[in-house]
């Protein structure tokens, strides 16, 4: 399928969910991710009009880079381990995954410009997931003000893999939950205004429930490059 094809779909589907809680479709994001597949394919997103890109691992964001340069607006969703931000800061400028202390240091040090910071959060409690517990978010959040680099621009889950409606919608609330918490608190360094919540199986609910950035990649540019018909 051709990822205007995809697109088109996704759209209306984003349409759709804006409608059902009355939201503006035009504070919904899309994000293209682009991990499973060629730069060629990445820059056939770019040509439908889709400006951001995410990536979840160094080496995947640097060999697109070298293609695509700073035409997109660069995401790093993936871990991110404190050894490979050097390699990657200049050329991102939202990072989704903060999740450590050590992590926001290293950004700090070796950014020259701000960079927007998603906090992960791990609402579900699998152990398989990264990401600060929902409880300790605020106390991280505040520990933050001393890095001058770093914009807290909102918080990021990864829901379950599940088809349950129920349970991807509690997730995703509670996501929206902490976002109020952390607003709260009136942070100028942590606007905390996004919400970076829902990939290709469950973009709907997620914006359902508040999201501004989906992420999705599958259902937009497929898992592996397939020939374009
Ligand atoms: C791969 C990935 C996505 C996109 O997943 P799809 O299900 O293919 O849409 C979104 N967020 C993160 C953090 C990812 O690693």
């Known amino acids: 399928m051709k990822v205007e094809e995809n697109l088109k779909q996704i759209k209306s589907a984003i349409l759709k969910a804006c409608e059902k809680v009355d939201r503006n479709p035009e504070d919904i994001t899309v994000i293209a991710v682009t991990k499973y597949v060629s730069a060629e394919r990445a820059q056939e997103a770019l040509e439908t009009g889709i400006d951001h890109l995410g990536e979840n691992r160094d080496d995947g964001l640097l060999a697109k880079w070298e ?6 607006t660069w995401h790093f969703i993936g871990t991110l381990q404190t050894r490979k931000v050097k390699s990657i800061i ?5 990072i ?3 999740d450590r202390i050590s992590l926001a240091k290293e950004i700090d040090k070796r950014a020259a410009k701000k960079i927007n910071c998603f906090v992960q959060v791990n609402v579900s409690g699998e152990e398989s997931k ?3 517990n929902p409880e300790d978010v605020a106390e991280f959040i505040s520990s933050m003000a001393e890095y001058k680099n770093l914009n807290i621009i909102g918080l990021m889950t990864m829901a379950p893999f599940t088809s349950d409606e129920d349970l991807l919608r509690s997730c995703f609330r509670k996501l929206k939950d ?3 918490e952390v607003r709260d608190l009136n942070y100028d360094f942590a606007p905390c205004t996004e919400l970076s919540m829902g990939m290709s199986n469950d973009f ?3 914006i359902e429930e508040g999201s501004t950035m989906v992420r999705i990649g599958t259902a937009l540019v497929g898992e592996k490059d397939q020939e374009v018909q």
């Open 96 to 98: 989704h995954s903060l």
């Open 67 to 72: 293609v695509l340069k700073d035409k997109p």
């Open 178 to 180: 902490i976002q109020a």
């Open 204 to 206: 709907a609910i997620a």
């Open 130 to 132: 990264q990401g600060i």
């Open 90 to 94: 200049d050329k991102v400028d939202f």
